[in-house]
């Protein structure tokens, strides 16, 4: 890997630290060679510390060490994306990042999704939706409706019709969420049998 240490003069380079499976930003360092060539060797992210003038591996007090899964160069060779598996919190002031936020997994819209579901269940406006409805009728109707949605999926899976496919699958993962918030779970619930599998 080609690292263009001398761009700022001082033998140092920005170094993002980012979650390898929540995919967050925990952290900012910066690194030299040395400092480098220990994280390859150990596995456990070293920086260069601008303060204590000295490498400095993340953990080395505290124990919470970030192990190395990958390391990104950019396109101008002079930053470095480094993806890590965190020993609890990163920030020093205990926080799980340095911007003082819970690094937890997203799904995207689906994160999005499911909040969507959680207001429409618990909606006080006294307008029903439809999600309300189902909620309303209680856990039978909603695995019902999770268990037409997935056999509609499997059927049109045996078909050639790629976007009936796509919106069966779509509505079976809809309900799906809604029986999971139903039974009182959520996608995170779902995420940690999966690595625990894993």
């Given at each position: 890997?080609?690292?263009?240490?001398d761009?700022?003069?001082?033998?140092?380079?920005p170094?993002?630290?980012?979650?390898?499976?929540?995919?967050?930003?925990?952290?900012?360092?910066?690194?030299?060679?040395?400092?480098?060539?220990?994280?390859?060797?150990?596995?456990?992210?070293?920086?260069?510390?601008?303060?204590?003038?000295?490498l400095?591996?993340?953990?080395?007090?505290?124990?919470?060490?970030?192990?190395?899964?990958?390391?990104?160069?950019?396109?101008d060779?002079?930053?470095?994306?480094?993806?890590?598996n965190?020993?609890?919190?990163t920030?020093?002031?205990?926080s799980?990042?340095?911007?003082?936020?819970?690094?937890?997994?997203?799904?995207?819209?689906?994160?999005?999704?499911?909040?969507?579901?959680?207001?429409?269940?618990t909606?006080?406006?006294?307008?029903?939706?439809?999600?309300?409805?189902?909620?309303?009728?209680?856990?039978?109707?909603?695995a019902?409706?999770?268990?037409?949605?997935?056999?509609?999926?499997?059927?049109?899976?045996?078909?050639?019709?790629d976007?009936?496919?796509?919106?069966e699958?779509a509505?079976?993962?809809f309900?799906?969420l809604?029986?999971?918030?139903a039974?009182?779970?959520?996608?995170?619930?779902?995420?940690?049998?999966?690595?625990?599998?894993?």
């Amino acid at each position: 890997m080609e690292i263009n240490f001398d761009k700022n003069g001082d033998g140092l380079l920005p170094v993002i630290i980012q979650d390898a499976v929540t995919k967050n930003i925990l952290m900012l360092g910066y690194m030299n060679q040395e400092a480098l060539d220990r994280t390859m060797e150990t596995k456990k992210v070293t920086f260069f510390s601008r303060s204590k003038q000295r490498l400095w591996t993340k953990g080395e007090e505290s124990g919470n060490f970030l192990y190395l899964e990958n390391i990104k160069n950019d396109c101008d060779k002079d930053t470095l994306l480094i993806l890590v598996n965190p020993v609890g919190p990163t920030c020093h002031t205990g926080s799980d990042t340095c911007w003082g936020e819970k690094n937890i997994s997203n799904f995207g819209f689906l994160s999005k999704l499911e909040k969507v579901i959680e207001q429409r269940r618990t909606s006080s406006t006294g307008e029903t939706s439809y999600v309300a409805s189902l909620f309303e009728k209680g856990i039978n109707k909603i695995a019902q409706k999770v268990g037409e949605e997935a056999i509609e999926t499997v059927i049109e899976a045996k078909d050639n019709n790629d976007e009936l496919f796509l919106n069966e699958s779509a509505d079976l993962l809809f309900h799906y969420l809604i029986l999971l918030q139903a039974k009182g779970f959520t996608l995170k619930d779902i995420e940690k049998v999966l690595k625990e599998r894993h």
